[in-house]
């Protein structure tokens, strides 16, 4: 069985400050992982994905996340926060073999203040 | 039109009603999916669909009865709901491939349902 457990279903930060939003997984079998991004009244957008290459990824708008296998977590960063980041972001876990059940989190709603 | 688009954006109805969500992807993807997104709750696999066929059915009541008339097009079609069923609902589409794993999935904006 796969799960995702995302710490915080707030986080609030300031203009400029680091952003960061912690995921962790449980699978029985090696993970894809994904960050998707939800702006008020609109799909999910896909921010980076983890794939089983490179444990750093880099994605869209600034963000990376790191997959950490000891620690089972895939926590995303941004060095500086901009007001445009305030959305809810989810994590999300699927078998390595087949993305078409994908396990999200609960998401985590970014507020950022000026 | 690009990428996923979904018709309504938003839609109430009664619990009497017959409604449908409509669901078309512009990528040329051959699975489709529809997800329910209520609040605090994390978003729920509904349905899948690989090369027009259903291949999950995640538990849903049949009060949603899903239709997939060809790879580009997924409707959910409701009738008699409850107020419960008062959600986001998304659609999604991937690519699959010749050895049956799928790619990234990309989301519509959802249709917001109110029911009375």
């Known amino acids: 069985a796969q799960s995702v457990t995302q710490l915080g279903s707030h986080v609030s930060v300031s203009e400029g400050a680091l952003v960061l939003l912690r995921c962790n997984y449980s699978?029985?079998?090696?993970?894809?992982l994904f960050w998707y991004v939800q702006y008020p009244n609109q799909g999910l957008q896909l921010l980076l994905k983890?794939?089983?290459?490179?444990?750093l990824v880099k994605g869209i708008n600034g963000f990376e996340a790191e997959f950490k296998k000891s620690e089972t977590s895939f926590h995303l960063t941004k060095p500086s926060a901009h007001m445009s980041d305030a959305a809810e972001y989810f994590c999300?876990?699927?078998?390595?073999?087949?993305?078409?059940?994908?396990?999200f989190g609960t998401g985590t709603r970014l507020q950022v203040f000026p | 039109e690009t990428g996923v688009t979904q018709t309504p954006r938003h839609l109430v109805m009664g619990m009497t009603n017959k409604k449908s969500l409509k669901c078309e992807q512009h990528?040329?993807?051959?699975?489709m999916y529809w997800y329910k997104q209520s609040a605090k709750k994390p978003l729920e696999l509904m349905f899948v669909?690989?090369?027009?066929?259903?291949?999950e059915n995640n538990s849903v009541p049949s009060r949603f009865s899903p239709e997939c008339p060809n790879s580009s097009h997924l409707f959910l079609h409701l009738h008699t709901l409850q107020p419960e069923d008062s959600a986001l609902y998304l659609c999604?589409?991937?690519?699959?491939?010749?050895?049956?794993?799928?790619?990234?999935?990309?989301f519509g904006p959802g249709t917001r349902l109110t029911v009375l």
């Open positions: 999604a589409s991937s690519q699959r491939g010749t050895s049956g794993g799928t790619d990234t999935q990309y």
């Open positions: 699978s029985s079998v090696p993970p894809y």
């Open positions: 983890y794939t089983s290459a490179a444990t």
């Open positions: 999300a876990v699927s078998r390595s073999y087949n993305t078409d059940k994908l396990i």
């Open positions: 990528l040329g993807h051959n699975a």
């Open positions: 669909y690989n090369f027009k066929e259903q291949t």
